[in-house]
């Protein structure tokens, strides 16, 4: 990187053109920048962009556990994908997925909106301690969160179980095994991912409500506006492009939530749970039918890059000085 | 709020309906901060309950006694130490790697301008969004085969690679705000790049570096599903795969070891994610925070 002094110095020579106008960046052709990134370049491209084009090539080939030590494996064509497809495990799967990835998306989305509003509303100390609250969710690493929501769930002894029996609404639930009906199941861990989905969102819907100019809301008010009209035509509008940035963020990572559904319920009672990437992942690594695993996870990568795209852009257009 | 016009007369009545919506949002409130705040704190209940206490039909909810029996056993009882020592060597190793390489490449994307430039932002952004369960495959068999798995260094590399798009934007962030006229002069006073690069540049984004070093750290500590499924023997595990390993499928879990093993894990995450809370929500909606 010393060597590229020199066209930067200024020199105070004739051949010197006069005394350039500083620009804001140096526009020469030097090669530091190229040198500084290389590091991060090849780490980048060797673990995750190559990877991505090795899993493609590994779908479409028999790679088993027996490759793993033999290193034998044959080009299959498209017969990984032919199975996948012809097998209704796998649609169970995919269906299993959006319609879950849905429901959690829409429940930390409307719970988070509704607390950033929430937020809005209180006084200083009170909006101090949700915030400490949420703070505490968000931060708990989810293997911690998985093993808590296990004990709270727990059949005998769990606090939820002791709580959903005491109004004597849903009968003696004491020894509810949560784990083991698939609803139940769903459901334990869609509260465990909503916990924690809900305090990012909520705080960075909140950022982007203080910023919404006072005014606005009053001149709504003094026209004769009710709360709800506010809302959708103040609020709303200003709220919408972070909002749908949380939600798209969201649907993402709802999507490939794994260590939640793999602690709590192991993606049983019987496949009751196993989304798409808790699927691939026990294709891939339990059964060790890695080029099917494969095959699996790059349908799951094309059904999430139109979306990853529009995010992309987003962000592009969103004014970042790129 | 309809009636702000029809003020005078009915100034009671207005003052009246804003406290009970004050009263209702602050019950709300309490409600909110209840839910959130209640499976922390039942974990860190149970953790400090002797076992009598921590097995009961009816819960207990301010235990009588406290007891750090089960931190003991917790610490104790499995292969906590090894464990405890591989996360931090991995740790260690990612925080290292991802902030001296993060650091370069955020100076290169904000202190020069060249072709190509955009192409490499755009693409960080869209590698930092590829599903990590999607790669998880093909670095298995390409680490199984160079005979990176289960060592440190394929772990460590896995984590770089995860980190180093967030610790990109973030650090970049930083450099951005530096005015090019502290950089200027120290040319002018005859500094080279590499110069003002290490003595003028990268003590200024000091911060941006903490930051960083934190979102590596919490990412590199909390991961479960890579080290789960590359390191596969006990004495290789990170301490993620030590905590899960608390259950017991057969029933007879010792929830009250577990709860400690989850609070001595989860400490320093919440710690330190209290310190960049604030980075986090501009960073993550800057788009570069896994999930």
Known sequence: MTTSTAPNVPIPEAQQPAPQRPNRQRKLASPAPWFLLAPSGIVLLAVTVAPIFFLVYTSFTDYSQRTLFTGVYHVVGLSQYADILADPDFWASVVRTLLFTAAMVIGSVVIGTAVAQLM????????????IALIFAWAMPTVASSMVWKWLFQPGYGVVNWLLTQPRVFGDMTNTDWANNAALAYLSIWLLIVWQAVPFIALTLYAALTQIPHELHEAARIDGAGEWRVWRAVTLPFLAPTLLLVTILSVIWDFNVFNQIWLVSQGGPDGATSTLGVYAYKVAFVSFKVGQGAAISVITTILLIGLTAIYVRNLIRSGEDL | MTTALRAP????????RRRRRKWGSNVLAVVVTVVWLFPVYWMINTAFKPRPEVMTSTPIFFPKSLTFTNFATAITQTS???????SLIVVSGTLLFSIVLGLFAAAALSRFRFNGRRFIMVGILVVQMLPGTALLIPMFLVFNSIGLLGTYWGLILAYVAAVLPFSIWVMRGFFITIPVAVEESARVDGANTWQVLTRILFPLVAPGVIATSIFAFISAWNDYLVAYTFMKSQSRYTLPVWLASFTNPQG????????????????????????IQRKLVTGMSAGAVKG
């Open chain 1, 120 to 131: 809005t509303r209180l006084g200083t100390a009170m909006r101090y301690v949700v915030t």
């Open chain 2, 9 to 16: 007369t009915r100034a009671p009545v207005k003052v009246n």
């Open chain 2, 80 to 86: 906590f130490l090894t464990n405890l020592k591989n």
């Open chain 2, 252 to 275: 007879g879990t010792d929830f009250g070891a577990q709860m400690a093993a989850s609070v001595v894990f989860s400490l320093p995450v919440v710690v330190f994610f209290m310190l």
